[in-house]
């Protein structure tokens, strides 16, 4: 049984951090792309970040050099490090994984139902 939980959300003033995790189990975790996505109220689900087995990432651009996404192996363990943070943020973060592949390709940035298994996400409220 897959299974993704994330956690690390919470309220934080523009200009903070936050730091998410990803626990994954139920399936070979190494072997599959993985990926952050986000999504705001009233607005589509959106890619932040993908991460293969390699050490490929591909941002979302208003968000690249801002979060650092990372990856613990032997942990099963998704990381997204969130530093100076924006009201723009503010959305439910959601951790997902690929359909059978350890790649990523840059156009799953854009499509979530690459996806197949999803966390029940975590909030982020980054306040001005």
């Known amino acids: 049984q897959v299974q993704l939980v994330e956690s690390g959300g919470?309220?934080?003033?523009?200009?903070?951090?936050?730091?998410?995790?990803?626990?994954?189990?139920?399936?070979?975790?190494?072997?599959y792309c993985m990926g952050w996505f986000r999504q705001a109220p009233g607005k589509e689900r959106e890619g932040v970040v993908t991460a293969d087995i390699d050490g490929g990432f591909v941002y979302l651009d208003s968000v690249n050099g801002r979060f650092t996404v990372s990856r613990d192996n032997?942990?099963?363990?998704?990381?997204?490090?969130?530093?100076?943070?924006?009201?723009?943020?503010?959305a439910m973060y959601y951790c997902?994984?690929?359909r059978n592949t350890p790649i990523c390709y840059s156009w799953y940035l854009k499509n979530p139902s690459e996806f197949d298994y999803w966390g029940q996400g975590t909030q982020v409220t980054v306040s001005s």
């Not at 523009?14 to 626990?23: D, F, N, P, T, V």
């Not at 099963?76 to 100076?84: A, F, G």
């Open 74 to 90: 032997a942990k099963n363990t998704l990381y997204l490090q969130m530093n100076r943070l924006k009201p723009e943020d503010t």
């Open 96 to 98: 997902a994984r690929a």
């Open 10 to 31: 919470g309220s934080v003033q523009a200009g903070g951090s936050l730091r998410l995790s990803c626990a994954a189990s139920g399936y070979s975790y190494s072997k």
